[in-house]
């Protein structure tokens, strides 16, 4: 993985230590500022090991990247960095296909809420689920390539 890979993996994986009553990994969906305030906000979803999901707009500063977690003695719990990298490109995909088709901001947070997250753990499992995902409802009209787990 390049620098600049690493640095996007870490930008969308946070830790979120504030506020709960137990800390968790995540990812960062979204991010906005308060043109009033300045604060930002991160639509961060996460599934604990207990399977309750939650997404959810949290401040910034609730949480750590992976450096600044690691350097509080907490220890990772989630994909290796090269799965991650594969789940952004698959979210980058439908991003594309989302601004290309106008979603409302309802049907982004529909997906961002059942993107199964909790399966996608293996690269294997994010091909797999691929052509899953590209050939529901959502996605008609859309010409889509599938690369192979050999690439």
């Known amino acids: 993985m390049t620098n600049d890979e690493l640095s996007a993996v870490d930008a969308y994986r946070l830790y979120r230590y504030a506020d709960l009553e137990h800390p968790t990994w995540g990812y960062c969906f979204e991010a906005a500022r308060n043109e009033i305030t300045n604060d930002i906000q991160i639509l961060f979803r996460s599934d604990d090991e207990d399977d309750l999901k939650f997404l959810d707009w949290v401040p910034l500063s609730s949480f750590y990247t992976l450096e600044q977690a690691l350097n509080c003695d907490v220890s990772y719990a989630g994909p290796a960095d090269e799965v991650i990298q594969e789940l952004l490109e698959l979210c980058l995909e439908v991003f594309e296909f989302a601004v290309a088709t106008e979603w409302s901001y309802d049907k982004r947070i529909e997906f961002y809420h059942s993107l199964p997250l909790g399966e996608?753990?293996?690269?294997?499992?994010?091909?797999?689920?691929?052509?899953?995902?590209?050939?529901?409802?959502?996605?008609?009209?859309?010409?889509?390539?599938?690369?192979?787990?050999?690439?």
Not at 133 to 142: R, S, W
């Open 120 to 151: 996608l753990i293996t690269r294997e499992a994010i091909m797999a689920f691929r052509p899953i995902l590209f050939g529901c409802p959502a996605f008609d009209g859309f010409e889509w390539t599938f690369p192979t787990n050999n690439e």
